[in-house]
């Protein structure tokens, strides 16, 4: 089977520093796939190099078998792949009905209504809240939206950078139990970066352990945990 997105051996870096060396992984759809590490590992490096914001140094980006790497951000975003930066970047004065809007931008309008009525079903608490400007939410609800965002226009591949920062523990589980609902019945691929391995682990089929742009372990959670070196090295109390 075709993976939906695919890193081969790819390089990335700042100037004279190398970031991140020949990092290969695949998506496939439904799935969800986190890749953790430490504080500089790489993992925002990895995901601003798939989404076209960083030049890859070496190797390859595919999406659904198609090279995808070289190509602009906004090339990447119409092969349907979706990235919802740390820290969110929502529109603080817009209502939440108007940045869905903005998310559904490359969308035929008339199917934007639907699309934003089916996205409720997921976050009720947007519905709830969709005349509120984006600024007066709690962070829990200000990433809800620009997960809901981002998915407007049914990405094949949604990249979340940090979900959990910045929240409780309780509003982290509650995102990325959303998040689950979402990849398994739209059928996206999901990867998320984050640092909070015990609340990634939880949602994750697979995971890759990023330190020093390097893959250090890979596996299903289960696998990652039973290893007491990783497992103590990088996924916490996990
Ligand atoms: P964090 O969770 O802290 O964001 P991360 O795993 O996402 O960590 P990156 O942000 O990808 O890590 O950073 C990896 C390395 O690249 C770090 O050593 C960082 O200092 C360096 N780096 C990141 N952005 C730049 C930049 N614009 N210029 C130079 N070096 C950078």
């Given at each position: 089977?075709?993976?939906?997105?695919?890193?081969?051996?790819?390089?990335?870096?700042?100037?004279?520093?190398?970031?991140?060396?020949?990092?290969?992984?695949?998506?496939?759809?439904?799935?969800i796939?986190?890749?953790?590490?430490p504080?500089?590992?790489?993992?925002?490096?990895t995901?601003?190099?798939?989404?076209?914001?960083?030049?890859?140094?070496?190797?390859?980006?595919?999406?659904?078998?198609?090279?995808?790497?070289?190509?602009?951000?906004?090339?990447?975003?119409?092969?349907?792949?979706?990235?919802v930066?740390?820290?969110?970047?929502?529109?603080?004065?817009?209502?939440v009905?108007?940045?869905?809007?903005?998310?559904g931008?490359?969308?035929?309008?008339?199917?934007?209504?639907?699309?934003?009525?089916?996205?409720?079903?997921?976050?009720?608490?947007?519905?709830?809240?969709?005349?509120?400007?984006?600024?007066?939410?709690?962070?829990?609800?200000?990433?809800?939206?620009?997960?809901?965002?981002?998915?407007?226009?049914?990405?094949?591949?949604?990249?979340?950078?940090?979900?959990?920062?910045?929240?409780?523990?309780?509003?982290?589980r509650?995102?990325?139990?959303?998040?689950?609902?979402?990849?398994?019945?739209e059928?996206?691929?999901?990867?998320?970066?984050?640092?909070?391995?015990?609340?990634?682990?939880?949602?994750?089929?697979?995971?890759?352990?990023?330190?020093?742009?390097?893959?250090?372990?890979?596996?299903?959670?289960?696998?990652?945990?039973?290893?007491?070196?990783?497992?103590?090295?990088?996924?916490?109390?996990?």
């Open positions: 089977m075709t993976a939906l997105l695919e890193l081969d051996r790819v390089t990335l870096g700042y100037g004279k520093i190398v970031v991140v060396h020949e990092l290969s992984l695949r998506l496939d759809a439904g799935r796939v986190s890749v953790l590490g504080n500089g590992a790489g993992k925002t490096t995901v601003r190099g798939v989404a076209g914001l960083l030049p890859l140094r070496g190797g390859e980006v595919r999406l659904g078998g198609k090279r995808v790497s070289g190509f602009p951000p906004h090339r990447i975003v119409a092969e349907r792949l979706a990235y930066p740390q820290g969110r970047e929502l529109f603080a004065d817009m209502s009905r108007d940045n869905l809007r903005l998310g931008f490359t969308m035929r309008r008339r199917d934007v209504p639907a699309r934003m009525e089916e996205l409720f079903e997921f976050f009720p608490r947007l519905r709830e809240r969709a005349g509120q400007t984006a600024g007066s939410l709690s962070g829990g609800e200000q990433q809800m939206l620009a997960i809901a965002r981002a998915l407007m226009p049914r990405p094949t591949v949604l990249m979340l950078d940090e979900p959990s920062a910045g929240l409780a523990p309780r509003t982290m509650h995102v990325f139990d959303i998040v689950a609902d979402v990849a398994r019945s059928g996206a691929a999901v990867l998320i970066a984050e640092q909070n391995a015990h609340q990634a682990l939880r949602v994750t089929d697979h995971a890759y352990v990023l330190n020093t742009g390097v893959i250090e372990a890979s596996g299903p959670p289960a696998e990652l945990l039973a290893d007491d070196r990783i497992r103590a090295a990088y996924l916490g109390e996990a």
